[in-house]
């Protein structure tokens, strides 16, 4: 059984930066493609960042783009998601996932649909809040 564990979480001021950390144990990293989503009060999940299982191409959404980086450590059983120059509208609770890649075509399809069901992990959840 696959669990996951989330950290860095945290309250920071605008323009700040966290890392948030998700350690995998159960199962070996680098067979499952990896994701970031984040959902913000009142609002829908939406995919942040996603990553597949044998390439480094990363699908990050277009608010994001050039602030977050996603990444993994395969040996460590790892993945991070790192955040700077953050803006108020970045406050969520973030919520890392897994899912085989065998059964992810894509980074971006990966995101934009939420295919994590079935099948998938998710992490508990660590929440980020930015102050302006």
């Known amino acids: 059984q696959v669990q996951i564990v989330e950290s860095g979480g945290g309250s920071v001021q605008a323009g700040g930066s966290l890392r948030l950390s998700c350690s995998v144990s159960g199962s070996t990293l680098e067979d499952y493609a990896i994701g970031w989503f984040r959902q913000a009060p009142g609002k829908d999940r939406e995919g942040v960042s996603c990553?597949?299982?044998?390439?480094?191409?990363?699908y990050y959404l277009d608010s994001v783009k050039g602030r977050f980086t996603i990444s993994r450590d395969n040996a460590k059983n790892t993945l991070y998601l790192q955040m700077i120059n953050l803006k108020p509208e970045d406050t969520a609770v973030y919520y890392c996932?897994?899912?085989?890649?065998?059964?992810?075509?894509?980074?971006?399809?990966?995101?934009?649909?939420?295919?994590?069901?079935?099948?998938?992990?998710w992490g508990q959840g660590t929440e980020v809040t930015v102050s302006s």
């Open positions: 996932a897994v899912k085989s890649g065998i059964f992810i075509d894509s980074a971006r399809d990966m995101c934009v649909r939420d295919r994590i069901e079935p099948m998938g992990y």
């Open positions: 990553m597949r299982h044998n390439d480094g191409n990363a």
